[in-house]
Each structure stands twice: as structure tokens, then as C-alpha cells.
T-cell receptor, first 111, second 113 residues
Framework: SQQGEEDPQALSIQEGENATMNCSYK?????LQWYRQNSGRGLVHLIL?????REKHSGRLRVTLDTSKKSSSLLITASRAADTASYFC???????????FGGGTRLMVKP | DAGITQSPRHKVTETGTPVTLRCHQT?????MYWYRQDPGHGLRLIHY???????DKGEVSDGYSVSRSKTEDFLLTLESATSSQTSVYFC????????????FGPGTRLTVT
């Protein structure tokens, strides 16, 4: 079963707008990661946030983590057509060596 | 794709035949993973390896076996392919430690007819 559930499942915006994707999970985590997948390609790691962190930035990406609500959000600012992809959250618990992925959000950025 | 290759990239096979997919890395990473990706299910872990000859099951391991005889190679075998195993298979690697990220291969699209 999936640990993370992304919301929305699909998102369509205009270039220059901000895109926000949310992830909810069920059990305690050590960290949460976001990945991007372009069509027909493998996943690429974007950013990792630890359970004791609340916010993290990387370029145009901003990730927040609320462990009390078991949720995270990924904000992409000033989106570009090249940001069109699927975005996945993945969680790692304290016990295992595995990541558990959510179902993903498909983002389309229209030029 | 971070020194990870998968072969074959595409395969069509018949129900009941054995199939082996290969993942090869040049990064000398300890951990290797096999996932399958299906619409509506995201990525699901099949098996993973934490060293040569050290493997463990993931979420959807039934019908699959793995082997790792060298650090750089991780093989996934479908012992008797079924139509439900039609999927895109991804290999991933990572280093040791809590704060690791995974690096993914380009994927293998497998169709079982």
C-alpha cells in the first residue's frame, strides 16, 4: 500500500504561475523526499526534508513538512513549460532501508 | 541517469516464459532496488539488495526473484511471466545512510501477452 498520497492527481497551470502539490502519509518518518519524472524517463531526486525540519528551499522549489498533520507540500514558483512532469513524494521511516512512494501529481505547465 | 543502465529497454514476451531484466551501475553504491510502475499505483518496491548476495523482499515480491553476485549488477527474474506483470520496471541505487537519495535507471517496458 502507498505511504504517501499526492493531491491533486493532476494540475494544469500557465507558465509563470506557482504550482503547489501536497503529500499526506500515514506513519512516522525519518525523512520525506520529492522526485520528478519526465515522460518516459526515470525519477530524478529534487529535495529531501528531514522529520525535524519544517521548511526547505532549493532554487524555485520550496518544501514544507508538518509532522503533526503527516503532510508535506511542494511549491514550484514561476513555473516553466519544462517543469511539466509527474511529481512524487516518498517517505523513509526510521526502521527500514526503503522508500515508499505516493501515486504522484501530473503537472502540466502551458506556455 | 547517474551511471545506471537497464537492459533490455523494451521486451515483449509470452505468458509462462521466464524473463530476466538486468540493472548495471558504475557508481559502486551498496543499495540497489527494483520497482514496478503502474497507472494508479505509483512506484512499488519489488525487491532490494543491501550488498552482494544480500537481498530482501519489497511490497510486491510474489512471482519475482532477484540475484546480486557482483556489486554492479542486480538481476530481476520473472519466473513465469503473467499478464499482470506487464509494467514499466525501474532499477534504482543509493548509498548507505539515512539521508540517501535514490538514483533511477531509464526503465524497462515489459509487455506480457
Amino acid at each position: 500500500s502507498q505511504q504517501g498520497e499526492e493531491d491533486p492527481q493532476a494540475l494544469s497551470i500557465q507558465e509563470g504561475e506557482n504550482a503547489t502539490m501536497n503529500c499526506s502519509y500515514k506513519t512516522s518518518i525519518n525523512n520525506l523526499q520529492w522526485y520528478r519524472q519526465n515522460s518516459g524517463r526515470g525519477l530524478v531526486h529534487l529535495i529531501l526534508i528531514r522529520s525535524n525540519e519544517r521548511e526547505k528551499h532549493s532554487g524555485r522549489l520550496r518544501v514544507t513538512l508538518d509532522t503533526s498533520k503527516k503532510s508535506s507540500s511542494l511549491l514550484i514558483t514561476a513555473s516553466r513549460a519544462a517543469d511539466t512532469a509527474s511529481y512524487f513524494c516518498a517517505t523513509r521511516d526510521n526502521a527500514g532501508n526503503m522508500l515508499t512512494f505516493g501515486g504522484g501529481t501530473r503537472l502540466m505547465v502551458k506556455p | 541517469d547517474a551511471g545506471i543502465t537497464q537492459s533490455p529497454r523494451h521486451k515483449v514476451t509470452e505468458t509462462g516464459t521466464p524473463v530476466t531484466l538486468r540493472c548495471h551501475q558504475t557508481e559502486n553504491h551498496r543499495y540497489m532496488y527494483w520497482y514496478r510502475q503502474d497507472p494508479g499505483h505509483g512506484l512499488r518496491l519489488i525487491h532490494y539488495s543491501y550488498g552482494v548476495k544480500d537481498t530482501d523482499k519489497g511490497e510486491v515480491s510474489d512471482g519475482y526473484s532477484v540475484s546480486r553476485s557482483k556489486t554492479e549488477d542486480f538481476l530481476l527474474t520473472l519466473e513465469s511471466a503473467t499478464s499482470s506483470q506487464t509494467s514499466v520496471y525501474f532499477c534504482a541505487i543509493s548509498g548507505r545512510g539515512q539521508d540517501y537519495e535514490q538514483y533511477f535507471g531509464p526503465g524497462t517496458r515489459l509487455t506480457v501477452t
